[in-house]
Nanobody
Framework: QVQLVESGGGLVQAGGSLRLSCAAS????????MGWYRQAPGKQRELVAR???????NYGDSVKGRFTISRDNAKNTVYLQMNSLKPEDTAVYYC???????????????WGQGTQVTVSS
């Protein structure tokens, strides 16, 4: 059973910072790309940031220069450092990862349960 567990969300004032973490656990053979998505009320889920197993990154236009994604492959963990937060960053943030479980010769996409980030003005 593979699962992703997020932590680090919360309430912060505009201009502040938060760091999200997402740890993958279970019977894992390998992990390819990992990423963060977010969904605000009444809006579609959107890409925030993504990182490959080799460390290549890409970001949504609205967070470029403010957010940084990183990963620790030894810990099967991905992080999202969020700086200069704005009220429009308020959303539920979801972790996602492409994982090949042990004894299964295929990649599957897994999602975390989501963590709320609220930025007050």
């Amino acid at each position: 059973q593979v699962q992703l567990v997020e932590s680090g969300g919360g309430l912060v004032q505009a201009g502040g910072s938060l760091r999200l973490s997402c740890a993958a656990s279970g019977s894992i053979f390998s992990i390819n790309a990992m990423g963060w998505y977010r969904q605000a009320p009444g809006k579609q889920r959107e890409l925030v940031a993504r990182i490959t197993s080799g460390g290549e990154t890409n970001y949504g236009d609205s967070v470029k220069g403010r957010f940084t994604i990183s990963r620790d492959n030894a810990k099967n963990t991905v992080y999202l450092q969020m700086n200069s937060l704005k009220p429009e960053d308020t959303a539920v943030y979801y972790c996602s990862a492409s994982i090949m479980p042990r004894e299964v010769g295929a990649l599957y996409r897994y999602w975390g349960q989501g963590t709320q980030v609220t930025v007050s003005s």
